[in-house]
């Protein structure tokens, strides 16, 4: 069974900046993700990433936001920049390898204008 561990959320001003950390039980041989859900709203892609570093952004939030991998630390980083309060969501990190899809406990991100 695979385990993430989010952390890095919480409360910014619009403009401001936060990085999220996800933190892989197993060594990463996966595409790695980063989702979102906003209140009411259903989870949404944010970005996705592959152990080779090949990266994957939703419209809403290229040019803003990088997701990154650190193989020795089985870590996945979402450095989120220019923040916007539709931003504002649960953030969670998911880990898939072929039928197997683990989710964590997901992180608030709460931007205020």
């Known amino acids: 069974q695979v385990r993430l561990v989010e952390s890095g959320g919480g409360l910014v001003q619009a403009g401001g900046s936060l990085r999220l950390s996800c933190a892989v039980s197993v060594n990463i041989y996966a595409i790695m993700g980063w989702y979102r859900q906003a209140p009411g709203q259903q989870r949404e892609l944010t970005a996705t990433i592959t152990r080779g570093g090949v990266t994957n952004y939703a419209d809403s939030v290229k040019g803003r936001f990088i997701i990154s991998i650190d193989n020795a630390k089985n870590t996945v980083y979402l450095q989120m920049n220019s923040l916007k309060p539709e931003d504002t969501a649960v953030y969670f990190c998911?880990?898939?390898?072929?039928?197997?899809?683990?989710w964590g406990q997901g992180t608030q991100v709460t931007v205020s204008s």
């Open positions: 998911n880990y898939r390898s072929g039928f197997l899809s683990s």
